[in-house]
């Protein structure tokens, strides 16, 4: 039910649903791009809800008790705590926080946002993939392009562990998308030649 709302609702606003989503996937990291509006958000959610896929977030675990926890958990929170265990001990890394999720939840669909801002930039935060290859799951690249009013799941990426290879084809993907503010978004351009 919830997923015809969502795509009638966005079929009223004009969009189309673009659905290379796999579902024999049970887990996976989720790129979210282009950032450069809070529309895109909204449309992002209603694309994955028609879809039927069931996003996850990690925010820091101080969100997840009251009087923030309930919402937090009902949007797809879950709580990360990079303290270390004991005293004298290392903080863990997020992207070890991140792939361990991975062990604990059978089906778990993180979703992430590594241009990290709605400004341009021209160097994307690449934690994403080291977690994909960490907990040994595939990327799928989400996207909202405005100018094609189109949006969805475009493609799953299986990386190869060969770095700069895998995110030249994450990047030649989202050089073709039309963000809401295109002054505003970039690819990665140590990965992508965009000229």
């Not at 009223?12 to 796999?22: A, E």
């Not at 809070?38 to 879809?51: E, F, G, T």
């Not at 009251?66 to 009902?74: E, I």
């Amino acid at each position: 039910m919830f997923e015809k709302t969502a795509e009638k609702s966005l079929n009223l606003m004009g969009w189309q649903i673009d659905n290379h989503w796999d579902f024999d996937i049970d887990q996976c990291v989720m790129i979210a791009a282009p950032h450069t509006s809070n529309w895109d958000a909204l449309y992002a959610r209603l694309a994955l809800k028609a879809l039927g896929v069931n996003v996850r977030i990690t925010i820091k675990d101080s969100y997840m008790k009251l009087p923030f926890g309930p919402f937090v958990r009902a949007m797809g929170g879950i709580g990360i705590n990079r303290r270390p265990k004991q005293a004298g001990e290392p903080r863990p890394s997020m992207v070890d926080l991140m792939a361990d999720l991975f062990k604990f939840h059978p089906k778990l669909v993180m979703l992430v946002t590594p241009e990290g801002t709605r400004a341009k930039q021209e160097k994307w935060k690449t934690g994403f993939y080291h977690v994909a290859i960490q907990a040994g799951v595939p990327i799928a690249l989400a996207y909202m392009d405005y100018a094609n009013k189109k949006t969805g799941v475009g493609k799953i990426v299986y990386p190869t562990g060969d770095y700069e290879k895998d995110m030249a084809e994450i990047m030649g993907f989202y050089a073709q998308i039309n963000a809401k503010f295109p002054e505003k978004f970039s690819v990665d351009t140590r990965y992508f030649d965009v000229n």
